[in-house]
């Protein structure tokens, strides 16, 4: 063969890519080699002819002054291996890149499309933000981005900068700063967000525009390690951050943490905002350490006010507030984030969860108000977190210091396999509402939870509630798996209300469930008036499982107080429909109730017993009330045991003989412990009997009770104790 000679063309051709290089420090302002970034002649349609020396370590693109783009270029990286480009400033004057669009122009102000080892850094010296870019609207039509990342974009950090953008439409797409395509090592840090004050762009109808709708808008479908964090977020129209479309591919690990979301524009906000909003399918989200409210960061200065109008009172749409709502997702970790400092005319949501496993405080617990019970958090109906979709966690979580004029909920869920535990709901005041507020199906645990001087009441309308409401919504023939209700604190309960007539409060509730409720501690008051029907746990419709057993009521200590004006009975414990099997063992129940007509009573059951009552502690105010069987009104324990058959081992007292200072610890105070110190601790000290599953009390989840009548007998109510008690 001759070499000389092409007998085909060559599969892998030699191919040269012939480019000039630009200098090491590249200036981009008035009187510089490039008079802007993205207009005609400008650095960034450079970046498409000219490479920087891929030898060096770090190159830098300084800008100088004040830029007037039209978007029109993207910068692009046309060669480069580990040489790191730096695009920032130099002086401690903040320089305005602007685009002002007077047309139909869909062309964001600036466009990384498509690098990689790029940094853009406002900062001079080391502090400040001195680069604002700003994406100016002034059509009746949708956003266009402040910055937009478009095709391929790895190891990008935007740090220190401005952010804003505008839109003049109602509910329609468009970011400040629009994260899509193909993301890797992408980090977005200590950067404002915020509205367009250069101009006063009006709309048709008279109102001012120039809120963006989002503040940072993600719709990458292959992302690894993203990272929003320690960014202000202000003054956006609907969404802070938004994540949507289905993320098919990649790792997908994304974290929002240390974020700052607060609004102190005097611009009135025509829509209801949602700080992080998560409507896609995908996993490894995490977001951490966020505060939201206030008008500055940390949820500092004024409440965030939300503003309605009287056209949607009337229509029932009102403005309302949500700080976290994943409506999408396979997994989301929700932890250590801040709400406060809002006040919100309708209804308020910290975190809402209708899509995902969520796993909420169980690393480092949400804290919904303010520690310091200051009402930082006001409404017209809150919900603290609300969660419909299946196997979550909510943990550790607190809700303090938050008022609203209307519905109350502090922790909502409707989903199975739940975990609800050491959460704390402390503080809260409403007209009405379900504190723990749980439809499960299936298993679930609920557990070590407090609910501290929490109160209902108006004076204008009726007041009720209920601190723990649990709802097994399966029909008694099938066999739910057992809930677990155990350890939880329900400290000084109170309601107060003027108006409405044998209205419900309740401690624990429990509908239509199969449940073990054992070692909790509840303490209830109410004020003068009002005709309140006041009941410790309440329990009806059970239904039964497998094992034919339904609840199971075990070393409860349950404390009621306060006085009735009308004809109201109060009861310490309340079965309805017991045709099922029932449990009622060692537990005390103590009701200090006092007036009306009504009857105060210490168990009470509509249908009988089909399983076993015993070795309990009953104590009522009167010598001739006691409990109640079915129609009647056993006024002694004898009579109780002739009517039921049951409570053979029981104990019974009145308040008068058992004064309730000399039984408990402080229970004005919600402090149902025993007093250790008093001759009445022997009332139930040894006098419970084990039960074989039930090895921990209310304030210890290790193994301190017996479980064997050969090991020993155990104390009635939900403390395990040793007395000091000589006699």
């Known amino acids: 063969t001759d070499v000389n000679t092409q007998l085909s063309a060559p599969v892998n051709p030699l191919r040269l890519l012939v480019y000039g ?23 960034f349609q450079a970046t498409a002819a000219y490479s920087f020396d891929t030898t060096k370590a770090n190159v830098y693109v300084i800008i100088s002054s004040d830029l007037g783009e039209s978007g029109k270029y993207p910068m692009k990286v046309l060669y480069n291996t580990s040489c790191k480009i730096h695009i920032g400033t130099n002086t401690p004057v903040l320089k305005t890149i602007t685009k002002v669009s007077g047309f139909v122009d869909n062309d964001p102000l600036l466009t990384l499309g498509g690098v990689s080892n ?7 010296g080391g502090t400040g933000r001195y680069l604002r870019f700003e994406c100016v609207n002034e ?3 949708y956003e266009m981005a402040a910055m937009e990342l478009s095709g391929t974009n790895e190891n990008v950090e935007l740090s220190h900068l401005e952010f804003a953008s505008n839109n003049t439409k109602t509910r329609v797409w468009g970011g400040s700063l629009t994260l899509l395509d193909n993301l890797r090592n992408i980090r977005v840090s200590n950067n404002l967000f915020t509205y367009i004050t250069s101009k006063n762009v ?13 503040a940072i808008a993600l719709t990458s479908a292959n992302m690894d390690s993203v990272i929003i964090q320690d960014n202000e977020i202000s003054n956006f129209a609907l969404n ?20 700052h979301f607060y609004y102190n524009s005097p611009v009135y906000n025509t829509e209801s905002p949602v700080a992080i909003q998560v409507a896609a399918s995908f996993g490894g989200l995490k977001i951490s350490n966020n505060y939201f409210g206030g008008t500055a960061p940390f949820c500092g200065g004024d409440k965030w006010k939300i503003t309605t109008t009287a056209a949607r009172d009337r229509a029932g749409t ?28 309708t209804y308020f949501k910290a975190i809402a969860v209708t899509a995902a496993s969520a796993y909420i405080g169980n690393e480092n617990g949400n804290i919904i108000g303010k520690l310091s019970r200051d ?10 977190i609300n969660v419909t979709a299946d196997n979550a966690i909510i943990r550790n979580n607190i809700m303090q210091g938050v008022y609203s004029i209307g519905e109350i909920n502090g922790i909502q869920t409707s989903v199975k396999n739940q975990q609800i535990s050491n959460n704390q709901l402390i503080g809260l005041s409403g007209l009405r509402g379900t504190l723990f507020n749980i439809n499960v199906t299936g298993s679930g645990t609920i557990a070590g939870n407090l609910v501290k001087d929490c109160i209902f009441q108006s004076t204008t309308d009726a007041a009720y509630g209920t601190a723990i409401g649990i709802t097994q919504p399966l029909p008694s023939t099938l066999a739910p798996a057992a809930l677990v209700v155990e350890r939880n604190a329900i400290s000084n309960l109170q309601c107060n209300t003027l108006i409405g007539s044998y209205l419900p409060f309740i401690g624990i509730s429990a509908t239509n469930a199969a449940a073990i409720f054992r070692n909790n501690q509840i303490s209830m008051r109410t004020g003068t008036g009002g005709s309140l029907v006041v009941k410790g746990l309440n329990i009806t419709t059970p239904v039964t499982r497998a094992d034919n057993t339904t609840n199971r009521i075990l070393y409860n200590t349950i404390y009621l107080a306060g006085q009735a004006p009308n004809a109201e009975y109060s009861y310490g414990i309340y079965l309805d429909d017991v045709n099922a099997q029932q449990q009622v063992l060692n537990n005390i129940v103590y009701n200090n109730r006092t007036g009306g007509s009504g009857k105060h009573l210490a168990l009470s059951t509509t249908s009988g017993f089909a399983a076993s009552a015993n070795n309990n502690l009953y104590i009522t105010s009167s010598a001739d009330v006691l409990n109640k069987f079915k129609t009647n009104d056993p006024g002694s324990i004898a009579q109780w045991r002739n009517s ?28 149902l412990d025993i007093n250790t110190s008093s001759a009445m601790s022997w009332l139930v000290n040894g006098k419970a009997l084990p039960v074989e599953d039930t090895y921990n009390d209310f304030s210890d989840s290790t193994h301190v009770r017996s479980t064997a009548i050969n090991t020993g007998a155990t104390d009635i109510g939900a403390d395990e104790f040793n007395t000091s008690s000589r006699t």
């Open 644 to 671: 039921t058959g049951q409570d053979a081992a029981s104990y019974a007292a009145t308040t008068t003989a058992v004064p309730v200072d000399s039984l408990f610890n402080n229970a004005t105070a919600g402090n």
């Open 21 to 43: 290089i630009l200098p090491d420090t590249v200036y981009v302002g008035t009187g510089k080699q490039y008079t802007s970034l993205t207009n005609d002649g400008g650095f």
């Open 139 to 141: 059509l009746t039509r």
């Open 375 to 384: 009402t930082s958090i006001y409404g017209g109906g809150n919900a603290g």
């Open 118 to 124: 790029v940094v853009l850094d406002g900062r001079v």
């Open 202 to 214: 009006i709309a048709p109808d008279g109102s001012p525009k120039v809120l963006p709708t989002m």
């Open 318 to 345: 009102g403005y309302f507030f949500t700080g976290i709502n994943i409506s999408g997702a396979d997994t989301v970790s929700i932890q250590g984030n801040v709400f406060a400092g809002l006040q919100i005319p």
């Open 240 to 259: 802070g951050i938004m994540l949507t479309t289905s993320w098919t591919s990649g790792i997908n690990r994304v974290r929002i943490e240390g974020n």
